[in-house]
């Protein structure tokens, strides 16, 4: 952590940004926003050189610790990150950013965040004012490099541009992805490609993960060229500088259809590679440093160059950095032109959709993919008609995949050498890839089995805001737990809780917990984990994660990954113990009072687990939005075999097939073929209610069949 000793008062530790004409940028943004729905611009950009050696204060801690300390305040900016354009420590250093009164700190990063480029973005932290603390232990390889060489000053508040939007008049067509979880799964894989891109400290847009026909796992992110070159301003010989500029969030979505809580924020990762980019068709295509982590969940999306594909067509984006909407239409579109002789772009390149049924498009929308009625890619936005609204939600257009293919013998301003690196000339379409389906994390959640995910409140205690039912209260509960089952044996990750606005972070205190199962009850403490509300970077070498403290004072999703690796079987429970703290108030969502009849909530009371539905005089039947993302363990022949009547497995051995049976029509299924000492030989999707499967010729012996639908694990011994 930063160190407590101060070495320096007042204003002399801090360096002052120049002053900037904010209404000439906001006049420029305008201007820009008249062509192209651009990358949404939220801060001024310095231009630096703040190093140890030039700038800051100095001291010596008594283990002999060297410490640089520099402070930086741009005055009336609503948050401030920067970019080491030098970036490179020794083994044993630590790097912390924090504002003034370490409400918010980032870090530690150390050597593990080293990297080829050299460069170190940070995220945004809320205020005028940041201070950056290096410390050095005394014998070290080499002492650190570092160069301060952008300061931006955000002009624009990052948090009134995310949720909860839903009352904003440019923001009320434009419905979240669980929005149409509830109606149906046709969007679930396609949506969870889509992030959320910090480009240069400076722009948001919107990007996607792509697949390639090698189905490698090689992690292509497709976005539109203007979001980094800064509106063609930048030259190409800066595109890997800018690609290591990105910070990607994953999963940055509402768990309400109305969008009235914020999503969560804690799944990025910093930095990326330029593969390829052409200015002339706005396309650009990065990859990742890594493959994103399994809880994250991610998806590589198909594409189609081949054609405009079918009906109806759906376009994925973070509208001015807000959380994920979805834009639908069954109009065909339409290859034409779009402002080709303002920024020399080729003719006939855009895919133009003339009208959405469902929600428009804004400045940070830009980059986001267009997806045809078989949820593969055929483009990516690069602007529109700015009279566009939710009034009246027109001509917006998508740069045609098909068009950026060959565009250039050059591979860096083409896409086909990197989607189709096979070479092959007839393959013009590719689907999807899971790069974990084999054995994929699943969010399980009571709230969205059981009831409406919008059937949720803050439930009080004697109609008093500040006394809550699930939370701090008047009555000294301080425990709570949620119950879940498994068909098997799983690793948990992490968990999602959905909490109400805390006003207050000064020394509060909230433990996660995970409990296995004794006689139905909460039992003994597998793990226990303090809850620090924090955003988390992956390194751009190593997925080592970095932190900041994480702003609470809205109503937000938070995910807190667990720092060790834990597993349950069959039951368990996942809770929270608070210590109250005198102005802290802390509570989980719950389904509302008369929602669902068979209770999942727990709380301590008089030192005893009791079900909320037996709380004296209070109590009812609810479920604790608290969502853990599970990993089953695929079983060994030491291991127990569960199956369940839902799920009818039968073996035809002379006719090699497998005839499965669902109780109903599967919303997210999947198969495998595992050998007894558990290697995954051949999975697949089961999209129908009863299948036949032809197996492929094995060795003869026990196999297992494992069948995984909606998060439920269903497995069958088979002799082959």
């Known amino acids: 952590m930063p160190l407590s000793t101060t070495k320096s008062t007042g204003e002399s530790l801090y360096v002052e940004m120049p002053y900037f004409d904010l209404k000439e940028q906001l006049h420029q943004d305008s201007l820009e926003a008249q062509d192209l729905k651009s990358g949404f611009r939220f801060a001024y950009k310095f231009i630096t050189d703040y190093t140890p050696e030039n700038s800051g204060i100095h001291f010596t801690t008594a283990d002999g610790t060297r410490v640089w300390r520099l402070g930086i305040h741009s005055a009336n900016a ?27 700190i980032i870090g530690s990063f150390n050597h593990l965040n080293n990297s080829e480029q050299g460069i170190l973005p940070i995220r945004p932290i809320d205020g005028d004012r940041v201070i950056v603390e290096y410390q050095e232990p005394e014998n070290v390889a080499f002492h650190g490099q570092l160069q301060i060489g952008e300061v931006n000053h955000g002009y624009r508040d990052l948090r009134s541009y995310n949720e909860p939007q839903a009352n904003a008049s440019y923001f009320f067509c434009m419905n979240p992805v669980s929005y ?80 009235d809580i914020r999503g969560t924020e804690e799944m990025s990762m910093a930095s990326s590679h330029y593969r390829a980019a052409n200015s002339v068709t706005d396309m650009a295509l990065l990859e990742l440093t890594e493959i994103p982590p399994i809880y994250y969940r991610p998806y590589y999306s198909g594409w189609n160059v081949k054609d405009v594909g079918e009906p109806p067509y759906t376009g994925i984006h973070h509208p001015r950095g807000s959380v994920k909407r979805i834009n639908i239409t069954d109009t065909v579109p339409i290859l034409k032109d779009f402002f080709v002789d303002y920024y020399g772009f080729k003719g006939k390149n855009f895919w133009n959709v003339t009208r959405w049924l469902s929600g428009t498009t804004k400045g940070g929308s830009s980059g986001s993919p267009l997806f045809d009625g078989n949820n593969r890619i055929i483009g990516a936005l690069t602007g529109g008609d700015p009279t566009s609204s939710c009034n009246n939600p027109i001509n917006d257009y998508y740069y045609a995949l098909s068009q950026s293919w060959t565009v250039s013998d050059n591979i860096n301003k083409q896409l086909k050498h990197w989607l189709n690196p096979e070479g092959s000339n007839d393959k013009l379409t590719c689907d999807g890839l899971d790069p974990y389906e084999s054995n994929p994390c699943y969010r399980l959640s009571n709230i969205r089995e059981n009831s409406d995910i919008d059937s949720t409140e803050a439930a009080l205690i004697n109609n008093n805001a500040n006394d809550y039912l699930f939370g701090t209260n008047s009555v000294g509960i301080t425990e709570y737990a949620e119950h879940y ?21 000064t020394g509060f205190k909230v433990e996660i917990k995970v409990y296995n199962s004794i006689n139905g009850k909460p039992g003994n403490i597998l793990l226990a984990e ?8 992956y390194s751009t070498s190593d997925s080592i994660l970095t932190t900041m403290n994480k702003e609470l004072k809205i109503n937000a999703e938070s995910f807190v990954p667990f720092s060790s690796k834990i597993y349950a079987s069959g039951e368990f429970f996942v809770g929270y ?6 102005y802290a108030k802390f509570t989980v969502f719950s389904l509302k009072k008369g929602m669902i009849s068979q209770n999942t909530a727990w709380m301590k009371y008089n030192n005893n687990w009791i079900e909320a539905s037996n ?38 051995a002379d006719a090699r097939t497998l005839h499965i ?45 494992q069948i995984i639908d909606n998060g439920k694990q269903f497995v069958r011994k088979i002799l082959l």
């Open 78 to 104: 609503y948050s401030i990150n920067l970019l080491f354009s030098k970036y490179e420590l020794p083994e044993g250093a630590s790097l912390f950013l924090y504002n003034a009164d370490q409400t918010q």
């Open 661 to 705: 049976s669902l109780s109903e029509i599967p919303k997210e299924c999947h198969a495998s073929l595992i050998s007894i000492d558990g290697k995954v030989l051949k999975n697949w999707k089961i999209d129908e209610q009863k299948t036949i499967h032809q197996l492929e010729p094995v060795q003869p012996g026990v196999y297992i069949i």
């Open 485 to 505: 089952k498994l068909n098997g044996k799983a690793r948990i990750y992490g968990t999602y809780i959905v909490c109400p606005a805390i006003t207050s972070l």
């Open 615 to 652: 709380y004296p005089s209070q109590g009812f039947a609810t479920s604790l939005y608290v969502d853990p993302v599970i990993q089953y363990i695929t079983p060994t022949e030491n291991e127990s075999i569960s199956a369940s009547s839902d799920v009818q497995i039968t073996f035809d």
């Open 180 to 259: 149409y979880q509830k109606q149906t799964s046709l969007y679930n894989n396609i949506a969870r490609s889509v992030v959320l891109m910090i480009i240069n400290g400076n722009t948001l847009c919107t990007g996607s993960l792509v697949n390639n026909t090698l189905n490698d796992k090689k992690p292509y992110v497709l976005t539109a060229s203007h979001c980094l070159n800064d509106n063609f301003i930048v030259d190409y010989s800066d595109y890997e500088y800018m690609a290591g500029s990105i910070v990607f969030f994953f999963n940055y979505e509402t768990p309400t259809s109305s969008a």
């Open 530 to 537: 303090t809850f620090n509300p924090t955003i988390q970077y």
């Open 577 to 582: 113990n608070i210590t109250p703290v005198q």
